[in-house]
């Protein structure tokens, strides 16, 4: 027997979020666009859209409200920790491109910090492609004029990271919160990081086959039969993604609350 687990309603959630999350909607993106598990980041190019950044924000702030009346909600998508930094009033640092954009961390950020510069002919700005075009902005007045030295590459890499994963999308963010703060008081989430943000929108990403076990009931005739630890035996061979489908039919929810399946379990008994 399945646990229906918000029913029409978290079907409606799921609808809604697949498609303003679908970076083909053109709202959102991911840096490393052919791959499917990239973190999602607000479009630069979405600002003539803001009303969208709203209701999303709303749909998040809903989600939040129910997960904390006992009823979760999650988003069925995965943030660039910038962007949830910029929701709770943190500090982007260069850092996060380490986990929101690592090739371009790799390429360009790290290999800045830990490289001789001097002779790179960095200035401070940066190029931007836009519709078959090549633009460049200045991070700084006159930036263009101003070699990257040595000395000064750590703040251009901050000058970088602002103007990559902040400046470019502010209208986008400062929407969202907004839509977000019209039902969740913003300060009450100003006590999380980015980590623990995503944990309460997303609940867990991965499945624990023992977990999972530990905190099921059987009923009826089979709790003597060959046949339930034959399930558990097919189950331990699950990749994470069949996992996922295992949790969506039994509970109605492929995400995992905070504190782990056995939070879930006490959801479906009440």
């Known amino acids: 027997r399945g646990i229906d687990w918000g029913g029409l309603g ?42 969208w950044f709203d209701f999303a924000g709303r749909l998040v702030g809903k989600c939040l409200y129910e997960t904390c009346k006992g009823n979760p909600r999650y988003v069925k998508a995965r ?53 078959g075009k090549l633009e460049t902005f200045p991070l700084k007045p006159n930036g263009e004029e101003i070699a990257v030295t040595n000395e000064n ?16 999308v502010r209208s986008q963010v400062e929407a969202f919160v907004r839509g977000l703060g019209e039902i969740v008081p913003i300060d009450l989430l100003s006590v999380f990081d980015e980590n623990e943000l995503e944990l309460l929108m997303c609940g867990a990403s991965e499945y624990n086959v023992k977990d999972l076990k530990s905190n099921s009931r059987v009923e009826g005739n089979w709790a003597s039969e060959n046949v339930v630890e034959w399930f558990w035996s097919a189950v331990g061979s699950f990749t994470q993604e069949e996992l996922a489908q295992l949790l969506q039919f039994t509970t109605g929810s492929s995400q995992i609350p905070p504190g782990g399946v056995a939070k879930l379990s006490q959801i479906g008994r009440a």
């Open 10 to 51: 978290r079907e409606l959630f799921v609808l809604l979020f697949d498609a303003l999350l679908d970076p083909s909607e053109g709202l959102f993106r991911r840096f490393k666009k052919d791959d499917p598990q990239a973190l999602l980041h607000p479009s630069s190019a979405a600002k003539d859209r803001l009303k």
């Open 79 to 131: 943030f660039t920790r910038s962007f949830l930094a910029q929701l709770v009033s943190l500090r982007v640092t260069c850092k996060h491109f380490e986990s929101d954009d690592p090739e371009f961390y790799v390429t360009k950020i790290k290999y800045v910090k830990e490289n001789d510069v001097d002779d790179l002919e960095l200035v401070f700005a940066e190029d931007v492609y836009a519709d």
């Open 153 to 168: 590459k750590l703040e251009y890499l901050d000058l970088v990271t602002q103007f990559r994963l902040v400046d470019q």
